[in-house]
């Protein structure tokens, strides 16, 4: 998992002039742990095409080109045609709706965010390692957050799935990277109107909006 945007509620100025973004999105790809090397590929074809080196350069989602985020973009929606075990989810907020009270703990929301998106699709599983940036994640503490959802999926959602925190470095790790690229091409598409690479993603999208008007 990963996130693009932020937690911040400065309406009264343009998002990256002071301002706080308009939306926050959390996303997810859910595989099996002996299939995500296929994820690596995809990483490593963009860092092929670039010449870079992966322990060298981070390739942020937010500097890839408009080209780069469609090839991305086509990579994923045909692994995730090919093979149903792979599975593409995400979440955005569209922070400007949401009511003052909640406003008061940013952490409830985006745990709340997570259960919302996330829970019902892991059910199936006996295990699932919750595979996350340890240098983003805007709560607490990972464990208050697997705690809360350990809990909601035994005694809300009657599941027996069991749910581990993995905190990596997305520096070391190609599967954050690759997360980090579809998070940035899902929330693009709300906060700065960047659709194509959004588009090709869009039919194989499990996607959850919270507080949207009816028009968008």
């Known amino acids: 998992m990963d996130e693009s945007g932020d937690l911040g509620w400065k309406f ?6 002071g301002g706080s973004s308009r939306y926050l999105t959390i996303a997810f790809i859910i595989c099996p ?3 995500s090397h296929k994820l690596d590929r995809i990483v490593r074809r963009i860092y092929e095409s670039r010449d870079a080196s992966f322990k060298e350069t981070e390739i942020k989602g937010s500097s890839l080109s408009i080209e780069e985020k469609e090839r ?25 709706k949401v009511a003052e009270h909640i406003r008061r703990d940013s952490n409830k929301l985006y745990n709340y965010m997570i259960q919302v998106a996330l829970l019902k ?10 595979i996350r940036d340890n240098r983003t ?9 697997i705690d809360y959802l350990q809990t909601f ?15 990596l470095d997305s520096k070391s790790t190609r599967k954050l990277v690759f997360i980090d690229w579809m998070n940035n091409i899902i929330w693009g598409h709300y906060e700065d109107g960047n659709d194509a690479a959004y588009k090709i993603l ?10 949207f008007s009816k028009r968008i």
């Not at 009264?12 to 002039?17: E, G, H, L």
């Not at 994640?137 to 957050?145: D, I, P, R, T, Y």
């Not at 869009?202 to 507080?211: A, G, I, M, Q």
Request: charged content about 30%; glycine content about 4%; some cysteine.
């Open 12 to 17: 009264d100025a343009p998002y990256r002039k």
């Open 33 to 35: 742990s002996n299939k």
């Open 72 to 96: 991305i973009a086509t990579m994923t929606k045909g692994l995730i045609e090919r093979d149903p075990d792979f599975r593409l989810v995400a979440i955005t907020v569209d922070k400007t």
């Open 121 to 130: 699709q892991i059910l199936k599983y006996d295990e699932v390692n919750l």
């Open 137 to 145: 994640v805007k709560v607490a503490s990972g464990n208050s957050l």
């Open 153 to 167: 999926v035994w005694f809300e959602l009657k599941g027996t799935t069991v749910l581990y925190d993995v905190p």
């Open 202 to 211: 869009k039919s194989c999208l499990h996607e959850r909006k919270l507080f």
